[in-house]
């Protein structure tokens, strides 16, 4: 399979003068066709700039940039039926209902009456929203909202979807919500470019990520790359009695790829390792061995708020 | 695909999408048409028969016959508000930028628009009036000069769906709308719909009669056959060619300006 989404060098700026802002400054952004990309960074560092551009409602300073193979300025109108654009706000009609919104865009996606209304039902059914009937949209949840607006933007089956900041302002139930139904979507062989301040959606649901800051591309890869980037794995443990912290601590640092650390208040040690799992088996066994009794031990690798933090000098 | 019969034929459709919209939010929400009744109904009650004892009409006359096509062309000035609400919540929750994201017709959003907010004051219109006839109101030279009348009216409505689409482009939320609301207030009431500028001091009275409000209103007592009409100044014995050109010039201005608004988005 190719590529869903390419942009090479794109530029944008805002307004003029003194109060010119550059948003993109020679943004590069491949995505393979069927995964999930996450665009990961702080306010302002033109994620949303990016999928503006890419879902043809923002036309770049410089640079260009292609949809399945449709350049997004000179082809916009192509681009338009095979995208689907979920923005920052939920977009629809607070006055109609659920069906209605999604008959009404059914039909400005210029599907015949009968086939809007059945997609309409379909995309009702699919979202969990069946139940909602003639209820305004404006008596929703939060999450319902989400939901109904996702559906909306999937009314063509788009092949491409862009997703800005999905789930922001939800409580947790509403994000898992709007998880599992991007995970479906997936499934189904939609590609996905998603922007997100929360490192745990991306780490979630990207299969590849890109960290932006000032409009550029300044580290990207799979999340496990990200985060080894970083640094290695660690083990961490907790013993049952203080006095046995000493004899862990020499255990780990025998078995382990490093010094042990030890925090006395919690009864904890850690150790960096290499090999992860062979060396959480031959820790485990050791202790055992030696008898020393252990409440919880674990692998920990560093979280992508750490990687985000080093990257880009923010903490998120 | 691309030709320009099946562009016009997409806009039309999907302009129609766009109208049937305004018309489910009435079927969901019925009360919101008598919500935006009551003002106008409820100022030709208290003034016409509140104030109305105290008021009288130059030349003579019922005042609240003088009193009903000023409240007629009030009500398509303050329509305005209708427009701009509808435009700036949409900019503001992101529908704008769903419909610029799908295949639709780009114009559709526009003429939908016109369209709904043209049968919206077709129907007020309509229950205005039968409200006048109820109160002593009438049309008194002929339906077709009365037709005409209501046409000049819808013709200032349509005038102020542009100054709508604009403003509600370019204010950025719902609390500079309120402002925009305030504003329309004024411009609304410095006009001959409760008194004649005749009555007014010399300065006031010439703003009021050069207000495009007062042209429409003008125009229409005279094509209704309603008292008040008439008067020295050439704005008021030019009412009716004033009535035409005041919202084709405002229109004029504002279309261009709406419509480069709207490209404006995307840059």
Known sequence: MGNAVVAAGLRKAYGGGDKRHVALDGLDLTVPAGTVHGLLGPNGAGKSTTVRILSTLLRPDAGRAEVLGHDVVREASRVRYLIGMVGQNAAVDEILSGRQNLAMFGRLYHLSGKEADRRADELLELFGLAGTGRKPVKEYSGGMRRRLDLAAGLILSPRVLFLDEPTTGLDPRGRTEVWSAVRTLVEAGTTVLLTTQYLEEADQLAHDISVIDKGRVVAGGTPDALKAKLGGDRIEFVVHDASDLAPAAALATRLGDGEAEIDEDARRVGVPVKDRVSALIALARALDEAGIAVEDIALRRPTLDEVFLTMTGVAA | ?267
């Open chain 2, 1 to 267: 695909m691309n030709t320009v019969g099946s562009r016009l034929g997409w806009a039309v459709r999907d302009g129609w999408t766009i109208t049937r919209r305004d018309l489910t939010h009435l079927a969901n929400q019925p009360w919101q048409l008598v919500v935006s009744l009551l003002f106008p109904i409820m100022m030709v009650l208290m003034f016409g028969y509140l104030l109305g004892g105290a008021m009288t009409v130059p030349g003579g006359g019922d005042y609240r016959e003088f009193l009903l096509p000023g409240m007629f062309g009030l009500t398509m000035v303050f329509g305005l508000e209708r427009t701009l609400i509808a435009i700036s919540t949409d900019a503001s929750k992101g529908v704008t930028d769903r419909f610029r994201s799908m295949p639709m017709s780009g114009s559709a959003v526009v003429l939908g628009r016109c369209a709904a907010d043209l049968l919206d004051s077709v129907v007020v219109l309509a229950i205005l009036a039968g409200c006048g006839l109820l109160m002593g109101w009438d049309w008194h030279r002929g339906l077709d000069q009365a037709a005409l009348a209501f046409g000049l009216l819808l013709w200032l409505r349509f005038a102020m769906l542009w100054v709508g689409i604009y403003l509600g482009l370019m204010l950025p939320g719902p609390e500079m709308v309120m402002a925009a609301q305030i504003l329309v207030w004024p411009f609304g009431f410095l006009s001959s719909t409760f008194a004649s500028p005749d009555t007014m001091p010399g300065w006031l009275g010439a703003v009021v009669e050069w207000n495009p409000l007062s042209a429409t209103v003008s125009a229409a007592r005279e094509l209704f056959g309603n008292p008040g009409v008439g008067g020295d100044s050439w704005a008021a014995a030019n009412a009716l060619p004033l009535a035409l050109a005041w919202p084709l010039l405002l229109t004029a201005i504002f279309f261009p300006l709406s419509v480069r608004r709207y490209r404006r988005l995307s840059r």
